[in-house]
């Protein structure tokens, strides 16, 4: 896998900035189909800093429904990267 196909993007939300400051963790959607490995090569390789650790989870699909009727909303896979001290990753 190409490692610009590895990241989807990156998760923004209240919880993550405050995660990113405190304890220098980052959160991204990544493929279904990345392992550890290649996620903590992704990140390194894009935005030039040092991965000490990666965690994966995979969020179940759920039904929604709209005025149509029933639909399925895809599973998801999130990565939080936990970065040395010193490195930062600039979102904004």
Known sequence: MEVTTVIRKPLVTEKTTFNATANNRYAFEV??????????LAVEEIYGVRVLSVATQVRKGRMRRNRMGWFRVGSEKHAIVKLHAEDRIELF
């Open 31 to 40: 493929d279904r189909r990345a392992n550890k490995s290649q996620i903590k």
